[in-house]
């Protein structure tokens, strides 16, 4: 693994500095783009304005123009945690905002597939519904809202994701990626682009004097499921991102969030008033994703949906158990995923420029994982199939991707598809994630290719692992307090977590729980402890460590520990 030390400009970390931001967080900032403390200051006066947003304005107008005529609005939401989310803070804004007929439905991930189609248009209609919001999709939607709107349904899509060659046909669309949007941020997730909707259809309401400043409804309540949806769809924190994520943690840690998120949080047992984006990411997240994988997201939907702790509780410990099966699926699955791999790699040679795996008893739910878990232990383009479960699609193999910086899935899958015509049914996706479904016997037809593309695309500067880190950590900023400091602030997506990295002196080293190294380390001349978590391999008496810092506490002592991230060179 080769380090790469981010540039800190001087100027921008002085400026930072002397406008009051913490030294070593003055330095990280700087590191990842920030040159003014405005880039970092998170009260909700400095969010983007709606009306900046394309749509924004007719899609209030729209929903108004529903609640003053009391009629029946229907979300279609996605079944994921982001339109989950987006789903949640839809219905529960428009209740406060006073509509008075509000449901959903959501497609099932193996029956229905993915977003508006044909299908759920008429579900919609048969439910009374006179006005279809879909959320967090419907931008690809073409034939789904074209059918809706044949039923004599009112059309808005509010979605995030690129849009193909042709829009649909809706009534509104607000999506910042769409064509002619100049809204600046282009990295709202699905929850984000509803709550920036909500906020556009109460500036209406108060020209239309249904309500004033001093009574209007207060959206507030619904950021902590705007940050949670936000980190887990893994958009791009840029500064309007991060302030609203860094709203909803405010929220949470004093105790203000929905019934459900409490809940969530129990069962992860996570501490809400020490919440941080990484709950979110690896806590939250995972337990609402899992039942989109592996069952019905209308239990995630109504989760985040009741007010009753007793109903709460009881949808959480659900969620937490499909999350365990979740888990031990994917466990099974990469193992086995792993060996097929391995047999394709020569053990004396680097392994092929990209995998792709497939074997008749993996689970389509959990596919993307497990092609990221291959991304990450090999360093390749690697996509994992499983036997489509859906009717009707007997002997077709459902396929995700995850990519390596420097290989683009979704133009890879393009290029395939005009090299061989008859190979991809279906495929979509972006840079570093992508799905597709094939016949089962064009497989090896498929991977052929996608080897041959990769080998085309891929050179070996590419093809090297490579970690970027903050260089060294100063001795004076290696306690609790400032840990706690780095914790509270907002990383994530396109704004890294601090990752430090300089050689260390290994003192001693031992195995814990037979899959990771405990270690007792000397930083600067301090002893201090370290865990590597997943790595077995014992390490030379001084060597050059990545590592995020954590506060371990014991019998009330709080100490910084290392969490290793990687072992290499440093360097450009």
Request: charged residues 25%; hydrophobic residues 45%; glycine residues 6%.
């Given at each position: 693994m080769k380090f790469i030390i981010r540039d800190i400009p001087p100027r921008a970390a002085w400026a930072l500095q002397q406008a009051g931001v913490h030294p070593l967080l003055a330095r990280l900032f700087a590191a990842r783009g920030v040159r003014s403390v405005d880039e970092v200051q998170d009260d909700l006066v400095r969010l983007l304005p709606p009306d900046q947003i394309k749509g924004a304005q007719a899609a209030a107008a729209l929903l108004a123009d529903a609640i003053a005529a009391?009629?029946?609005?229907?979300?279609?939401?996605?079944?994921?945690?982001d339109g989950a989310t987006a789903c949640a803070v839809g219905i529960r804004g428009l209740r406060l905002l006073g509509a008075a007929q509000v449901d959903y439905v959501v497609p099932d991930r193996v029956v229905d597939g993915?977003?508006?189609?044909?299908?759920?248009?008429?579900?919609v209609a048969a439910s009374g519904a006179k006005l279809l919001v879909t959320v967090d999709n419907g931008i690809a939607s073409v034939e789904g809202v074209a059918r809706a709107c044949a039923l004599g349904l009112q059309v808005l899509i509010t979605d995030h994701h690129l849009p193909g060659d042709a829009l649909p046909l809706a009534d509104v669309i607000v999506n910042p990626n769409q064509p002619g949007c100049g809204f600046p941020s282009k990295s709202l997730a699905g929850v984000g682009v509803m709550f920036y909707v909500l906020l556009a259809l109460r500036a209406e309401l108060r020209e239309r004097g249904v309500f004033n400043n001093a009574n209007q409804p207060k959206l507030d309540s619904l950021l902590p499921l705007v940050a949670l949806g936000t980190v887990a769809d893994v958009v791009r924190l840029d500064a309007n991102n991060r302030r609203l994520v860094a709203q909803g943690l405010k929220r949470i840690r004093a105790g203000q969030m929905p019934a459900g998120m409490s809940a969530l949080f129990a069962v992860a047992g996570r501490d809400p008033r020490r919440a941080t984006a990484f709950d979110f990411g690896f806590a939250l997240g995972p337990r609402i994703n899992a039942v989109?994988?592996?069952?019905?997201?209308?239990?995630?939907?109504?989760?985040?949906?009741t007010d009753a702790p007793a109903r709460a509780d009881e949808l959480a410990r659900v969620l937490d158990g499909i999350n365990r099966q979740r888990r031990d699926i994917e466990g099974d699955m990469r193992e086995q995923a792993m060996q097929i791999a391995e047999?394709?790699?020569?053990?004396?040679a680097p392994p092929p420029p990209a995998l792709s795996v497939y074997d008749p008893s993996f689970h389509e739910g959990v596919v993307g994982i497990v092609a990221a878990r291959l991304k990450d232990r090999l360093h390749r383009p690697a996509f994992v199939f499983a036997p489509s479960t859906a009717p009707g699609h007997e002997h077709e193999l459902k396929g995700s991707g995850?990519?390596?910086?420097?290989?683009?899935?979704?133009?890879?899958?393009?290029?395939?598809?005009?090299?061989?015509?008859?190979?991809?049914?279906?495929?979509?996706?972006?840079?570093?994630?992508?799905?597709?479904?094939?016949?089962?016997?064009?497989?090896?037809?498929?991977?052929?290719?996608l080897q041959q593309v990769?080998?085309?695309?891929?050179?070996?500067?590419?093809?090297?692992?490579?970690?970027?880190?903050?260089?060294?950590?100063?001795?004076?900023?290696?306690?609790?307090?400032?840990?706690?400091e780095l914790h509270a602030a907002v990383w994530g997506q396109g704004f890294a977590p601090p990752v430090f990295s300089e050689e260390i002196e290994v003192l001693g080293q031992r195995l814990v729980g037979e899959k990771h190294l405990a270690l007792k380390l000397r930083h600067h001349g301090q002893p201090i402890d370290g865990i590597w978590f997943g790595h077995t391999d014992?390490?030379?008496?001084?060597?050059?460590?990545?590592?995020?810092?954590?506060?371990?506490e014991w019998q009330g002592v709080r100490r910084v520990r290392l969490l290793v991230e990687g072992m290499g060179e440093a360097g450009a």
């Open positions: 009391h009629r029946h609005i229907c979300f279609v939401a996605d079944y994921d945690c993915y977003g508006l189609t044909p299908p759920i248009a008429e579900r989109g994988r592996l069952a019905d997201m209308t239990l995630g939907i109504e989760l985040l949906l047999s394709l790699c020569d053990p004396k995850r990519s390596i910086a420097g290989f683009h899935l979704r133009d890879a899958l393009d290029l395939i598809a005009k090299r061989y015509p008859d190979v991809l049914l279906r495929f979509g996706g972006h840079a570093m994630a992508a799905g597709c479904t094939i016949a089962e016997q064009h497989f090896d037809t498929f991977a052929q290719a990769a080998a085309e695309w891929l050179d070996e500067a590419t093809l090297i692992r490579k970690l970027e880190t903050d260089g060294p950590l100063p001795p004076e900023f290696r306690r609790p307090d400032i840990v706690d014992p390490l030379p008496a001084r060597a050059h460590l990545a590592y995020r810092l954590e506060v371990d």
